[in-house]
């Protein structure tokens, strides 16, 4: 008798596989986040005075920092090597079922380009509308002390993101969930809720930003089959604003400034 992939055996470890990924990833990162809101919101404080801090020292002394920073980064990525392992096909262009290969990196990299300035901008006044209603908190994207290998950290902690949140949210859930015999639009709004959920820390309007981020994506993903341009876009658009934080904080101090409550 021929075995079917879904069968509840098949189906149990699929699940099984997903659960240990999650965990050591963006689960883990969304169950902090739901913690993390509820105690934001049984502070006596609003959320619009309570800060949330994305890059931040981790040594007073510079050397360190810049080894706890690359060490952070570096270990961080292992979950991304793990499904890249997991979804590896001998049969198919090694990373295909991820949506990854290199045959257009011109063409993926201008799709990302145009991906990045389209939502750049519309997610800033998302952003500053959260804050303006009192449902997004004060959020510093980058505390580092000024090193000279500061922007280069920065730019490698947004290519961090970048790549696994795509890869993982996208690349590899959209495979799995598929596996499970997930619909397309099932796939798009859970994994967009997910998003949503792993960066609740930054308050409710973090929340709504990001899932609809992630319809964005999702129907593009489900388009094309291209999950390089949404890394590239995601991060550009987080290079941007963890390099230009500190010009933004001195150009528009109304905007930028900094919450009572640490994170």
Do not use: K
Not at 58 to 82: H, K
Not at 160 to 189: K, P
Not at 216 to 231: D, I, K, M
Request: hydrophobic share 50%.
């Amino acid at each position: 008798m021929t075995s079917s992939p879904f069968l509840p055996q098949s189906r149990g470890r699929l699940w099984a596989e997903i659960s240990i990924v999650l965990a050591l990833s963006l689960g883990a990162s969304a169950i902090y986040s739901v913690v993390s809101i509820t105690n934001r919101l049984t502070r006596v404080e609003p959320l619009s005075q309570q800060t949330a801090t994305l890059n931040s020292s981790l040594s007073a002394r510079p050397t360190f920092d810049l080894i706890y920073q690359i060490l952070g980064i570096t270990f961080d990525l292992a979950p991304v090597a793990l499904v890249a392992f997991l979804l590896w096909s001998a049969t198919r262009p090694g990373l295909a079922r991820l949506g990854i290969d290199f045959t257009r990196p011109a063409r993926d990299g201008l799709s990302g380009i145009a991906l990045a300035l389209a939502i750049g901008i519309p997610g800033i006044a998302v952003y500053l509308v959260g804050r303006s209603l009192g449902l997004t908190v004060n959020v510093v994207p980058a505390a580092l002390d000024q090193y000279w290998w500061t922007v280069p950290v920065l730019l490698l902690s947004a290519l961090r993101a970048g790549i696994t949140e795509e890869v993982i949210v996208i690349g590899y859930l959209y495979a799995r969930l598929g596996d499970l015999g997930w619909g397309r639009w099932q796939i798009i709004v859970s994994t967009s809720l997910l998003r949503g959920t792993y960066h609740l820390y930054q308050g409710i309007g973090a929340f709504i930003g990001n899932v609809a981020m992630g319809l964005l994506f999702g129907w593009l993903y489900t388009r094309y089959r291209r999950v390089l341009p949404l890394v590239i876009a995601h991060t550009l658009i987080d290079a941007a604003i963890f390099v230009g934080y500190g010009w933004a904080a001195v150009a528009f101090p109304d905007l930028f400034g900094s919450g009572d409550s640490g994170s």
